[in-house]
Protein backbone atom coordinates (compact mmCIF):
# COMPACT_ATOMS: atom_id res chain seq x y z
CA UNK A 1 0.00 0.00 0.00
CA UNK A 2 2.33 2.64 -1.39
CA UNK A 3 0.15 5.09 -3.37
CA UNK A 4 -0.27 8.27 -1.55
CA UNK A 5 -2.94 10.87 -2.28
CA UNK A 6 -3.90 13.12 -3.94
CA UNK A 7 -2.89 10.25 -6.40
CA UNK A 8 -0.88 11.37 -9.49
CA UNK A 9 -3.65 10.63 -12.36
CA UNK A 10 -4.10 7.12 -14.01
CA UNK A 11 -5.35 7.84 -17.49
CA UNK A 12 -7.05 4.35 -19.26
CA UNK A 13 -8.42 4.87 -22.50
CA UNK A 14 -10.45 1.68 -23.44
CA UNK A 15 -11.18 1.53 -27.52
CA UNK A 16 -13.51 -0.86 -27.16
CA UNK A 17 -14.59 -2.81 -30.39
CA UNK A 18 -12.84 -0.30 -32.55
CA UNK A 19 -9.40 -0.20 -35.05
CA UNK A 20 -7.97 -2.08 -37.33
CA UNK A 21 -4.02 -3.19 -36.72
CA UNK A 22 -2.78 -0.54 -38.62
CA UNK A 23 -4.72 2.38 -36.74
CA UNK A 24 -4.05 0.87 -33.73
CA UNK A 25 -0.67 0.92 -34.01
CA UNK A 26 -1.29 4.59 -34.96
CA UNK A 27 -2.85 5.69 -31.97
CA UNK A 28 -0.80 4.08 -29.87
CA UNK A 29 2.52 5.56 -31.30
CA UNK A 30 0.85 9.15 -31.44
CA UNK A 31 0.11 8.23 -27.80
CA UNK A 32 3.01 7.05 -26.96
CA UNK A 33 4.99 10.30 -28.24
CA UNK A 34 2.91 12.81 -26.46
CA UNK A 35 2.74 10.95 -23.21
CA UNK A 36 6.50 12.75 -23.10
CA UNK A 37 3.89 16.12 -22.62
CA UNK A 38 2.12 14.56 -19.86
CA UNK A 39 4.83 14.12 -16.85
CA UNK A 40 3.29 11.94 -14.28
CA UNK A 41 0.45 10.53 -15.33
CA UNK A 42 0.13 6.62 -15.70
CA UNK A 43 -1.58 6.11 -19.26
CA UNK A 44 -3.25 2.76 -19.78
CA UNK A 45 -4.13 2.21 -23.53
CA UNK A 46 -6.70 -0.83 -23.43
CA UNK A 47 -7.06 -2.25 -26.66
CA UNK A 48 -8.85 -5.39 -28.32
CA UNK A 49 -8.00 -8.48 -27.78
CA UNK A 50 -6.50 -8.89 -31.32
CA UNK A 51 -4.62 -5.65 -31.64
CA UNK A 52 -2.64 -6.24 -28.09
CA UNK A 53 0.31 -7.77 -29.40
CA UNK A 54 0.50 -4.62 -32.15
CA UNK A 55 -0.36 -1.98 -29.41
CA UNK A 56 2.38 -3.73 -27.03
CA UNK A 57 5.09 -3.82 -30.12
CA UNK A 58 4.83 0.16 -30.12
CA UNK A 59 4.28 1.13 -26.16
CA UNK A 60 6.93 -1.29 -24.97
CA UNK A 61 9.83 1.00 -24.36
CA UNK A 62 7.60 3.52 -23.30
CA UNK A 63 5.53 4.85 -20.13
CA UNK A 64 2.32 3.69 -21.50
CA UNK A 65 0.69 0.54 -20.10
CA UNK A 66 -1.42 -2.22 -22.04
CA UNK A 67 -4.54 -3.36 -20.57
CA UNK A 68 -7.19 -5.92 -21.72
CA UNK A 69 -11.15 -4.96 -21.76
CA UNK A 70 -12.03 -8.62 -20.06
CA UNK A 71 -10.60 -12.44 -19.51
CA UNK A 72 -11.89 -15.70 -18.20
CA UNK A 73 -11.24 -17.08 -14.65
CA UNK A 74 -9.56 -20.18 -15.71
CA UNK A 75 -6.46 -20.51 -16.50
CA UNK A 76 -7.23 -22.48 -19.46
CA UNK A 77 -9.38 -25.02 -21.01
CA UNK A 78 -12.40 -25.32 -23.33
CA UNK A 79 -14.14 -22.15 -23.36
CA UNK A 80 -14.55 -21.04 -26.74
CA UNK A 81 -13.81 -17.51 -27.46
CA UNK A 82 -12.44 -16.99 -24.17
CA UNK A 83 -9.26 -15.55 -22.96
CA UNK A 84 -7.25 -16.45 -19.52
CA UNK A 85 -5.50 -14.14 -17.58
CA UNK A 86 -2.15 -15.90 -18.10
CA UNK A 87 -2.83 -15.01 -22.07
CA UNK A 88 -3.76 -11.50 -21.24
CA UNK A 89 0.07 -11.48 -18.88
CA UNK A 90 1.27 -13.56 -21.31
CA UNK A 91 0.33 -10.30 -24.27
CA UNK A 92 1.97 -7.85 -22.18
CA UNK A 93 -0.89 -6.27 -20.55
CA UNK A 94 -0.73 -5.20 -16.67
CA UNK A 95 -4.79 -4.28 -16.19
CA UNK A 96 -7.75 -6.16 -17.02
CA UNK A 97 -10.75 -4.49 -17.22
CA UNK A 98 -13.47 -6.43 -15.10
CA UNK A 99 -17.13 -5.98 -15.28
CA UNK A 100 -17.49 -3.10 -17.06
CA UNK A 101 -21.40 -2.43 -17.53
CA UNK A 102 -21.46 -3.45 -21.47
CA UNK A 103 -20.04 -6.85 -20.08
CA UNK A 104 -22.37 -6.76 -17.46
CA UNK A 105 -25.25 -5.39 -19.50
CA UNK A 106 -25.07 -6.34 -22.87
CA UNK A 107 -23.49 -9.99 -22.25
CA UNK A 108 -24.90 -10.91 -18.92
CA UNK A 109 -21.38 -10.71 -17.01
CA UNK A 110 -22.62 -11.52 -12.90
CA UNK A 111 -21.14 -10.24 -9.74
CA UNK A 112 -19.98 -13.95 -8.74
CA UNK A 113 -17.89 -13.51 -12.45
CA UNK A 114 -16.37 -10.80 -11.67
CA UNK A 115 -15.61 -11.65 -8.51
CA UNK A 116 -14.04 -14.81 -9.90
CA UNK A 117 -12.39 -12.98 -12.84
CA UNK A 118 -11.07 -10.50 -9.91
CA UNK A 119 -9.12 -12.97 -8.05
CA UNK A 120 -7.94 -14.90 -11.02
CA UNK A 121 -6.21 -11.51 -12.27
CA UNK A 122 -4.89 -10.99 -8.73
CA UNK A 123 -3.52 -14.62 -8.67
CA UNK A 124 -1.43 -13.50 -12.56
CA UNK A 125 -0.52 -10.23 -10.73
CA UNK A 126 -2.56 -8.56 -13.23
CA UNK A 127 -4.55 -5.22 -11.82
CA UNK A 128 -8.01 -5.12 -12.41
CA UNK A 129 -9.71 -2.23 -12.95
CA UNK A 130 -13.01 -3.21 -11.14
CA UNK A 131 -15.87 -1.26 -12.50
CA UNK A 132 -19.14 -0.43 -11.12
CA UNK A 133 -22.07 1.80 -11.69
CA UNK A 134 -25.90 2.36 -11.67
CA UNK A 135 -28.32 2.55 -14.21
CA UNK A 136 -30.63 5.85 -14.76
CA UNK A 137 -33.49 3.79 -13.02
CA UNK A 138 -31.40 3.06 -10.05
CA UNK A 139 -30.74 6.46 -10.31
CA UNK A 140 -34.21 7.81 -10.38
CA UNK A 141 -35.54 5.34 -7.67
CA UNK A 142 -32.82 6.33 -5.52
CA UNK A 143 -31.32 3.00 -5.37
CA UNK A 144 -27.80 3.85 -6.39
CA UNK A 145 -25.56 3.18 -3.27
CA UNK A 146 -27.29 -0.14 -2.46
CA UNK A 147 -26.63 -0.85 -6.12
CA UNK A 148 -23.11 0.00 -5.78
CA UNK A 149 -22.85 -1.44 -2.32
CA UNK A 150 -24.22 -4.96 -3.68
CA UNK A 151 -21.93 -4.60 -6.47
CA UNK A 152 -18.93 -3.72 -4.00
CA UNK A 153 -19.48 -5.98 -1.60
CA UNK A 154 -20.41 -9.12 -4.09
CA UNK A 155 -17.24 -8.47 -7.03
CA UNK A 156 -14.59 -8.02 -3.74
CA UNK A 157 -16.13 -10.86 -1.72
CA UNK A 158 -13.39 -13.27 0.03
CA UNK A 159 -10.45 -10.72 -0.90
CA UNK A 160 -8.27 -9.98 1.89
CA UNK A 161 -6.95 -6.16 2.77
CA UNK A 162 -3.61 -7.00 0.70
CA UNK A 163 -5.34 -8.49 -2.49
CA UNK A 164 -7.95 -5.21 -2.35
CA UNK A 165 -4.64 -2.37 -2.27
CA UNK A 166 -4.61 -3.87 -5.22
CA UNK A 167 -7.41 -3.66 -6.79
CA UNK A 168 -8.83 -0.17 -8.90
CA UNK A 169 -11.73 0.38 -8.96
CA UNK A 170 -13.97 2.59 -11.68
CA UNK A 171 -17.15 4.49 -11.01
CA UNK A 172 -18.88 4.17 -14.33
CA UNK A 173 -22.48 5.37 -14.09
CA UNK A 174 -24.35 3.46 -16.38
CA UNK A 175 -25.90 6.14 -17.96
CA UNK A 176 -22.87 8.07 -17.99
CA UNK A 177 -21.47 5.73 -20.72
CA UNK A 178 -21.28 6.92 -24.17
CA UNK A 179 -23.99 8.82 -23.99
CA UNK A 180 -22.14 12.46 -23.84
CA UNK A 181 -23.93 12.73 -20.20
CA UNK A 182 -21.11 13.23 -17.94
CA UNK A 183 -21.93 12.86 -14.10
CA UNK A 184 -21.81 16.03 -12.80
CA UNK A 185 -18.59 16.73 -10.48
CA UNK A 186 -20.33 16.88 -7.50
CA UNK A 187 -22.25 13.47 -8.52
CA UNK A 188 -19.15 11.77 -9.04
CA UNK A 189 -17.83 12.51 -5.73
CA UNK A 190 -20.87 11.54 -3.89
CA UNK A 191 -20.19 8.35 -5.10
CA UNK A 192 -16.59 8.06 -4.99
CA UNK A 193 -16.44 9.32 -1.23
CA UNK A 194 -18.76 5.79 -0.85
CA UNK A 195 -16.84 3.98 -2.39
CA UNK A 196 -13.94 4.91 -0.30
CA UNK A 197 -15.87 4.77 3.23
CA UNK A 198 -17.02 1.61 1.87
CA UNK A 199 -13.69 0.42 1.56
CA UNK A 200 -12.68 2.32 5.07
CA UNK A 201 -15.44 0.43 7.10
CA UNK A 202 -14.68 -2.97 5.52
CA UNK A 203 -10.66 -3.20 4.80
CA UNK A 204 -9.73 -0.22 7.11
CA UNK A 205 -8.40 3.12 6.66
CA UNK A 206 -4.93 2.64 5.08
CA UNK A 207 -6.24 0.78 2.50
CA UNK A 208 -8.84 3.18 1.45
CA UNK A 209 -6.55 6.46 1.84
CA UNK A 210 -4.23 4.37 -1.16
CA UNK A 211 -7.01 3.11 -3.26
CA UNK A 212 -7.10 4.41 -6.83
CA UNK A 213 -10.86 5.09 -8.01
CA UNK A 214 -11.34 6.34 -11.56
CA UNK A 215 -14.30 8.05 -13.20
CA UNK A 216 -15.62 7.21 -16.63
CA UNK A 217 -18.59 8.03 -18.49
CA UNK A 218 -18.59 10.75 -21.24
CA UNK A 219 -15.14 11.81 -19.94
CA UNK A 220 -13.76 14.94 -22.67
CA UNK A 221 -10.92 16.91 -22.52
CA UNK A 222 -13.45 19.98 -21.36
CA UNK A 223 -14.84 17.89 -17.91
CA UNK A 224 -11.47 16.04 -16.93
CA UNK A 225 -10.34 19.02 -14.80
CA UNK A 226 -13.44 19.83 -12.50
CA UNK A 227 -14.18 15.85 -12.28
CA UNK A 228 -9.92 15.41 -10.94
CA UNK A 229 -10.36 18.45 -9.20
CA UNK A 230 -12.72 16.35 -6.59
CA UNK A 231 -10.98 14.84 -3.79
CA UNK A 232 -11.55 11.14 -4.10
CA UNK A 233 -11.32 10.75 -8.37
CA UNK A 234 -7.88 9.39 -8.94
CA UNK A 235 -8.31 9.08 -12.52
CA UNK A 236 -10.37 8.36 -15.56
CA UNK A 237 -11.43 5.37 -17.36
CA UNK A 238 -12.18 7.02 -20.90
CA UNK A 239 -13.89 5.32 -23.88
CA UNK A 240 -14.92 7.77 -27.21
CA UNK A 241 -12.57 10.15 -25.92
CA UNK A 242 -9.40 8.10 -26.17
CA UNK A 243 -9.36 7.15 -30.16
CA UNK A 244 -7.88 10.04 -30.59
CA UNK A 245 -4.56 11.06 -28.96
CA UNK A 246 -5.35 14.63 -29.01
CA UNK A 247 -7.99 14.46 -26.68
CA UNK A 248 -6.81 11.03 -24.45
CA UNK A 249 -3.71 13.20 -24.48
CA UNK A 250 -5.55 16.46 -23.29
CA UNK A 251 -7.77 14.32 -20.81
CA UNK A 252 -4.61 13.26 -18.83
CA UNK A 253 -3.22 17.35 -19.11
CA UNK A 254 -6.31 18.32 -17.51
CA UNK A 255 -5.97 15.50 -14.63
CA UNK A 256 -2.45 16.64 -14.15
CA UNK A 257 -3.40 20.49 -13.92
CA UNK A 258 -5.83 19.66 -11.24
CA UNK A 259 -3.82 17.40 -9.30
CA UNK A 260 -1.58 19.97 -9.11
CA UNK A 261 -4.29 21.75 -7.50
CA UNK A 262 -5.35 19.66 -4.94
CA UNK A 263 -1.74 19.03 -3.81
P1 LIG B 1 -17.23 6.74 -22.82
O1 LIG B 1 -16.96 5.26 -22.29
O2 LIG B 1 -16.07 7.59 -22.39
O3 LIG B 1 -17.33 6.62 -24.31
O4 LIG B 1 -18.51 7.21 -22.19
C1 LIG B 1 -16.46 5.05 -21.00
C2 LIG B 1 -16.29 3.57 -20.73
O5 LIG B 1 -17.11 2.78 -21.17
O6 LIG B 1 -15.33 3.16 -20.06
Not at 47 to 56: D, N
Not at 145 to 158: K, P, T, V
Not at 200 to 222: F, H, N, Q, T
Request: charged content about 25%; glycine content about 10%; overall charge positive.
Amino acid sequence: MTNKRPHPPLVAGNWKMHLSSEEAARLASQTAKGALDAPGAELVLIPPFTLLHAVKRVVSDTPVQLGAQNMHWEDKGAYTGEVSALMVKDAGCRYVVLGHSERRHLFGETDAAVNKKTKAALRHGLTPIFCLGETLEERDTGRTFERLGSQFAAGLEGLDVGSVAKVVLAYEPVWAIGTGKTASPQQAQEVHGFLRRSLSERYGKPAADCAIILYGGSVKPDNAFSLFREKDIDGFLVGGASLEAASFLQIAKEALRAHKEKR
